[in-house]
């Protein structure tokens, strides 16, 4: 069955950084588009980051310059490397592979920005 598995969050202080990983099973891994979204309790899940097939990226306006997707496709895993952390950054995030109509999630990393 499809498998998206997330690590790499934890508590960090303001300024900081972390690299989350999401390895991915049970799909054609190179033919997903594959983001990172996160979600605060209380609001929608939004998209951090977006990388197609082609390496292709985009990224929210609130982490542009201090985020960094990637993608290994021998390994069938997404990165997201994070610098320059802050507060409002604090959220679960959440690794997610797209084509056509498959949409397939992760069950999420906590990531906490905190003195």
């Known amino acids: 069955q499809v498998q998206l598995v997330e690590s790499g969050g934890g508590l960090v202080q303001p300024g900081g950084s972390l690299r989350l990983s999401c390895v991915v099973s049970g799909i054609i891994f190179r033919a997903y588009d594959m983001s990172w979204y996160r979600q605060v309790p209380g609001k929608q899940r939004e998209l951090v980051a977006r990388?197609?097939?082609?390496?292709?990226?985009n990224y929210d306006d609130s982490v542009k310059g201090r985020f960094l997707i990637s993608r290994d496709n021998a390994k069938a895993t997404v990165y997201l490397q994070m610098n320059s952390l802050k507060p409002e950054d604090t959220a679960v995030y959440y690794c997610?592979?797209?084509?056509?109509?498959?949409?397939?999630w992760g069950q999420g990393t906590q990531v906490t920005v905190s003195p």
């Open positions: 997610n592979a797209k084509l056509g109509g498959s949409d397939r």
């Open positions: 990388i197609n097939g082609r390496e292709n990226t």
